[in-house]
C-alpha cells in the first residue's frame, strides 16, 4: 500500500510556543490531505482539508490562525499549532489517499504534549 | 453527525467471537472499519461500498444494510492480536472516500 510518513513522531513544547507537524505522502502524490486529532479515549476528529497550491479549508469549531496549514507540493502538507496550550496537547494525525483509491492511508501520528 | 458504535467496549476471551455495529443518523454511502492500537496509526480493514454487501478476510467480516444505514464488524475466533480500538468510518456527504467522519470507537480487549 501507499506509504505516508510523519514527523516528528513525539513533540513536547512549552507553552505559547509553534510546532510544526509534517505529512508526507513518500511514493505518490497527494492533492489532498487530511489532519486530524485524537484526544485520550476520544475517536478521531477531522480538523482540516489540506489542499496543494491552495487554501485549507476547516471544520466547524477549528481555529484556522491557530492551526495553520501548508500544502506547498504534492508530497508535503503540513501543520502548525501556534500559540500553543496544554488544551492543545494531542495526537494528530495526517491521511491521504492515493488517486481514485477508496481505501484512507496514514500517518504515524505524532503526540504532541504542551507543558 | 459521527456515527454511533456499540458496544463501547467488549472483553474477550481467545477464540470467542463478536460483533460491532456502526449506526448513522444521516445516509451512509460507504463504510469503512479500522483498527487502533494504542498510540499508534489506524490500521484499514476493508471498506464496504453498497448496501447489503459483506465482505472478510480471516476472520474478520463485515455487512452494510444502507437501508437500515447501518454497519457490523463481525470478529471470530478472536486472537490476542485483535486487540484494540475499531472505528468505523462513513465519508462526509457523497463527494468521494476521502474525508472520513469516525465512528465513537469500541475498544476490544481480548485476553488468554
Known amino acids: 500500500g501507499a506509504v505516508v510518513s510523519q514527523h516528528p513522531s513525539r513533540v513536547i513544547c512549552k507553552s505559547g510556543t509553534s510546532v510544526k507537524i509534517e505529512c508526507r505522502s513518500l511514493?505518490?502524490?497527494?492533492?489532498?490531505m487530511f489532519w486530524y486529532r485524537q484526544f485520550p479515549k476520544q475517536s478521531l476528529m477531522l480538523m482540516a482539508t489540506s489542499n496543494e497550491g491552495s487554501k485549507a479549508t476547516y471544520e466547524q469549531g477549528v481555529e484556522k490562525d491557530k492551526f495553520l496549514i501548508n500544502h506547498a507540493s504534492l508530497t508535503l502538507s503540513t501543520l502548525t499549532v501556534t500559540s500553543a496550550h496544554p488544551e492543545d496537547s494531542s495526537f494528530y494525525i495526517c491521511s491521504a489517499t492515493v488517486g481514485r483509491s477508496t481505501e484512507a492511508f496514514f500517518g504515524q501520528g505524532t503526540r504532541l504534549t504542551v507543558v | 453527525q459521527q456515527p454511533v458504535q456499540s458496544p463501547q467496549a467488549v472483553i474477550l476471551r481467545e477464540g470467542e467471537d463478536a460483533v460491532i455495529n456502526c449506526s448513522s443518523s444521516k445516509a451512509l454511502y460507504s463504510v469503512h472499519w479500522y483498527r487502533q492500537k494504542h498510540g499508534e496509526a489506524p490500521v484499514f480493514l476493508m471498506i464496504?461500498?453498497?448496501?447489503?454487501e459483506q465482505k472478510g478476510h480471516d476472520k474478520i467480516s463485515a455487512s452494510f444494510n444502507e437501508k437500515k444505514q447501518q454497519s457490523s464488524l463481525y470478529l471470530t475466533a478472536s486472537q490476542l492480536s485483535y486487540s484494540g480500538t475499531y472505528f468505523c468510518g462513513t465519508p462526509r456527504g457523497n463527494t468521494g472516500f476521502q474525508k472520513l467522519v469516525f465512528g465513537t470507537g469500541t475498544r476490544l480487549l481480548v485476553s488468554p
Open positions: 464496504l461500498l453498497k448496501g447489503g
Open positions: 511514493d505518490f502524490q497527494a492533492t489532498t
